[in-house]
């Protein structure tokens, strides 16, 4: 079996554990921590929204960290950090330690560990199968929505939502650090392999509906690269799609509750939306591999946009969970086709830092989707016309991919240059 498939094994846990832990479990400790310290609910979501501003920021430098080191020292040391987040959080007094805890060690560990790490090892592995492949990890991160929400909501009724931190923190050092240590290696060459398992190089398969553009790849600055017009536009129609998706996973839960449903009931409706991501992952990474690569996002978009209609309009619990499942399959779309995009554009040796940079683009976008949510809610008593906004937000997504315009043949064929990869043994 072609080794790249346990790289991507390794990005379905890491996936799982950096987000199912901080982003699907949030929604069900939002109201255990309001009521422990007598927050809004603008207040508590404020954190992450801090979280999501020191990722922004530190973004690019982890992105130029994973292009040039060891991509199994970063994971490793970003899940001790996770770890000692959330230790820490179990200790918390008061809700700005909590919002310090996520602005430094859960962001950084996070950040390491999760998504932005694991795309970028999985496009190094991977060309032609880069859809499917990232799909597959991809799916790590709705698996964990599906079981972190029950899961945590069990596990806070039986010891606490303090003793459940200290659980939390128990889970990266068991797994994730044996995983990335035993496992990780940066690039195929690095084994002697070439990406997809192929014996031989082979030229890249045309981009459907792209346009033409030479193959070599060139040096990108971070001022070049920030001039690029495709950065831009992928950059503003994920971070639409992130602020979506970011408020909506975070406030289902207490939307569903508000409306009369049982936490229980309530966590199982987040799990739909997580469960049918599994779904959607697979099928637009296929679909991504095959077709213009902004159709499917079109595509998946716009059934984003269809499921926040039917949330706003589902009052009873059948149709609840109908809408999240719709919701969840295009919303299961954005992390495959993220990174497809960015590698068909740029090349597979850029994936990395080109993440790294979206990210300071895409924060003032998806940082806000949150707190605003829970704003509309402290003034109005409902999230209707939050809801009305994210319809509005999926629409613009697909406005801008307009104006994306990829090269018929992917960028860089080789390595850049020695410098990298400069650790030959990860």
């Known amino acids: 079996m072609f080794y790249g498939w346990r790289i991507v094994t390794v990005a379905f846990v890491t996936n799982f554990i950096a987000v199912g832990l ?56 970003g899940a001790v950090l996770t770890a000692v987040g959330f230790f820490l959080a179990s200790q918390i007094e008061a809700l700005w330690q909590f919002f310090a805890v996520m602005g430094t060690f859960l962001a950084l560990g996070v950040m390491a560990v999760g998504p932005l790490t694991g795309a970028t090892l999985v496009a190094n592995w991977f060309t032609e199968r ?9 799916m790590g ?19 606490g939502w303090r003793d459940t931190f200290l659980v939390y923190g128990a889970v990266p050092l068991i797994v994730v650090v044996p995983l990335a240590w035993l496992v990780v290696v940066n690039r195929p060459e690095r084994m002697g392999l070439r990406p997809d398992g192929v014996q031989d ?16 790849e060139p040096d990108w600055s971070t001022r070049r690269a920030l001039g690029q017009r495709n950065l831009w536009v992928i950059a503003i129609a994920i971070a639409l799609n992130s602020c979506t998706n970011g408020a909506m996973l975070t406030h289902i839960v207490p939307h569903a509750t508000d409306i009369g449903f049982e936490p229980l009931a309530a966590a199982w ?78 090349g597979r040796f850029r994936v990395g830092r080109m993440i790294g940079l979206m990210n300071p683009i895409m924060l003032p976008i998806r940082v806000l989707g949150i707190p605003y949510a829970g704003w509309i809610f402290d003034r109005t008593g409902s999230y209707q016309i939050a809801f009305l906004t994210f319809i509005g937000l999926c629409v613009a997504s697909m406005l801008v991919l307009v104006f994306l315009r990829l090269p018929e043949v992917e960028p860089g064929t080789e390595p850049p240059g020695p410098t990298g990869d400069p650790n030959p043994s990860s």
């Not at 991160?141 to 010891?159: D, H, K, V, Y």
């Open 130 to 138: 880069r859809g499917v492949a990232l799909g597959i990890a991809g």
């Open 141 to 159: 991160i709705s698996a964990s929505g599906f079981a972190m929400a029950p899961l945590a909501t069990l596990l806070i009724g039986a010891i």
């Open 201 to 216: 190089p082979a030229e890249a398969a045309p981009v459907p509906g792209a346009s033409p553009a030479p193959a070599s």
């Open 269 to 346: 409706v987040l799990s739909s939306i997580a469960g049918f991501g599994v779904a959607g992952k697979l099928l637009f990474g296929w679909i991504a591999d095959r077709i213009d690569k902004r159709l499917t996002l079109w595509c998946a978009t716009g059934l984003q946009g269809l499921g926040v209609v039917l949330i706003m309009s589902a009052e009873q619990y059948h149709l609840l969970l109908l809408a999240g499942m719709v919701y969840g399959l295009g919303m299961g779309g954005m992390p495959p086709l993220m990174g497809a995009l960015l590698g068909a554009a740029f």
């Open 22 to 77: 901080v982003f699907y479990s949030y929604g069900v400790f939002f109201k255990a921590l309001a009521a422990e310290f007598g927050g809004s609910r603008f207040g508590v979501a404020t954190g992450l929204a801090i979280m999501n501003i020191a990722i922004g920021v530190c973004a690019p430098f982890l992105g130029q960290a994973l292009d040039r080191s060891s991509i199994r020292n970063v994971i490793c040391l």
